[in-house]
């Protein structure tokens, strides 16, 4: 895959700089890829930097949950920038919900509004 990133560099090079007003990024349509694993995300990751280095940002276009989730799995989901917004990640539980088991409206054994039974020989 490095004649990815040299393809890259050099179609860069001969492209013009990008105005304030244009769009400094480079799409990368990953529609057609049959499996998503991490040598995908790597090659993903050394187009980002190239990008990077000229000045411009990398966006995706046909991202895969599979991708999508790989790439947030190790941390590169801002670098290669996916032109679909990512979706948002659950809410944590309200804080008045601490006491309770998740999902439910039983009481977490252990908190205070579980009562534990008495030992044997214990008083």
Known sequence: MPGLGAELERRLA???AAT???SA???CDVGGVDRADLLLVEALARLA???RRAGRRLRLRRVTPELRALLDLVGLTDAVA?????SPRP???EAG???RT???SAPRPGSSAFPRSPRPGRR
Do not use: I, N, Y
């Open 25 to 27: 990024s480079v799409e």
């Open 91 to 93: 809410t944590p539980p």
């Open 49 to 51: 930097l190239v990008a």
């Open 102 to 104: 998740a999902g439910t």
């Open 82 to 86: 996916p032109k679909a917004p990512v």
């Open 20 to 22: 304030p007003g244009q």
């Open 97 to 99: 919900r601490a006491g």
């Open 14 to 16: 001969d492209a013009p």
